[in-house]
């Protein structure tokens, strides 16, 4: 059931006119040009903590009541945001990891990505300081 309203938000989405594309962005630095959905899940659920050149992973979000974040989630990661709030609680209760830092604004966002080397997040529309990552 979970899985078919899902499908239906997905669909909603991409047929609104008023929806707009989130995009993952990340400092300059990152080489990484393209990810996978799954590699960015991993990384958003603190899953991967390296970059392949094996500097470390910054991410930022947004607030979880934030709708891009929740469009996010939801589009990019296939995930819903009470579960990636889940997996960071216990992350950080059990003491095996952490969360992602919080912004609490896209321009916040956008100033954080461009001065963190390896850091990476979402944002509506990208900067020239900042790389534009796609997810296939």
Known sequence: MERVRFIIFCLICQLS???????????????VDTLSAT???NIFT????????GRPIKVFVLSDEN?????????SLHVFP?????IWDRN??????????????????LK????????IGYANKGNDNVRIIKID
Do not use: C, N
């Open 112 to 119: 954080a990505i461009s001065s963190s080397p390896g850091a």
């Open 17 to 31: 006119p008023l929806s707009q594309a989130v995009e993952l962005i990340a400092h300059p630095s990152v080489p």
């Open 82 to 86: 009470y579960k990636l709030r889940r």
């Open 67 to 75: 709708s891009l974040h929740q469009q996010f989630s939801k589009t």
């Open 46 to 53: 603190m899953r991967t903590l390296y970059w392949p050149s």
């Open 39 to 41: 590699a960015a899940r």
């Open 92 to 109: 950080i209760y059990s003491g095996t990891g952490e969360a992602p830092i919080t912004v609490d604004s896209e321009e916040e966002m």
